[in-house]
């Protein structure tokens, strides 16, 4: 009996410890980001800010099989590196948008900027399927001066079954066109 109960108390504070892990990677907020990667930050520069740029980063957080009558979710991570060897690279906005277009999350109150050749990324868990099967990042860059541009990219992982699957979206630096 006193095994019994010893292993429901045992479940019940995996569970508990489970739920707390699962809330807080649903929703990581810029102030995590700051905490996490506290090492890869430096000051904003006090300069202006002469380089401008934005990436579009495609990420699926669920993906649609057998013509629609299954979906198979996935963990996305979204890394943001810095290519410069020594200058930071301030990053002004990250944010999160489902299929429909409308912003999920936004993970920038403020910027902040990478030190050379430094990273920072964005875990959106399996079980948060707010984005769907369109889901996108936004990655607003800046820096003062010349710069190498950013490398940013996504890395999905998921399971289906007994499969196990990982893939990478690169991000698209966005460039207006259609006006000469």
């Not at 707390?20 to 430096?42: G, H, K, Y």
């Not at 520069?45 to 198979?72: C, D, H, I, W």
Request: glycine share 8%.
């Amino acid at each position: 009996m006193c095994h019994i109960r010893a292993g429901g108390i045992f479940l019940a504070v995996l569970l508990c410890l489970l739920t707390v892990r699962v809330t807080e990677a649903l929703a990581q907020s810029s102030a995590s980001i700051e905490q996490n990667f506290a090492n890869s930050l430096t000051a904003v520069p006090s300069e202006g800010l002469t380089a401008t740029g934005a990436f579009y980063v495609p990420v699926y957080s669920s993906v649609s099989m057998s013509q629609g009558k299954l979906r198979a979710d996935f963990s996305v991570t979204l890394s943001v590196h810095n290519a410069s060897e020594t200058r930071p690279l301030v990053l002004k906005r990250i944010a999160y948008f489902d299929t429909s277009g409308k912003m999920v999350e936004s993970y920038l109150k403020s910027p902040i900027a990478l030190k050379p050749f430094a990273t920072i990324e964005v875990a959106i868990a399996t079980t948060d399927t707010r984005g769907g099967t369109g889901a996108n990042f936004m990655v607003d860059w800046a820096a003062a001066g010349e710069i190498a541009e950013p490398a940013v990219e996504a890395l999905m992982v998921g399971s289906v079954g007994a499969g196990h699957y990982a893939f990478i979206s690169q991000g698209r630096p966005i460039r207006l066109v259609g006006k000469n």
